[in-house]
């Protein structure tokens, strides 16, 4: 029975939480290969107490046809400094 694990109670939110922390590389390969599928960033945020919800504040308006990445990444911080106990997406 030593090998049974425990049930892992951390809850999961969306797609990007069943993923390893990113590191600032890997976040700047995933924003580059969302942009190059012609996909437009949106940036969201929330309280971590409200993040099981499924409606996030949005962060300004989508970034409609951004094609740079370094862009993304200076909304996303800008984010974190707005808010900086939230979750960002």
Known sequence: MADIQDYNS?????T??????MG???MRRQIAYLINQGWNPGIEHVEPERAS????YMWKLPMFGEQ???TVI???EACHRAHPGHHVR
């Open 10 to 14: 951390t809850p999961k939110y969306e």
């Open 16 to 21: 990007f939480s069943y993923l390893p922390a």
């Open 24 to 26: 600032p590389e890997k």
């Open 53 to 56: 919800t499924y409606y996030w």
């Open 68 to 70: 740079s990445v370094d």
């Open 74 to 76: 200076m909304e996303l």
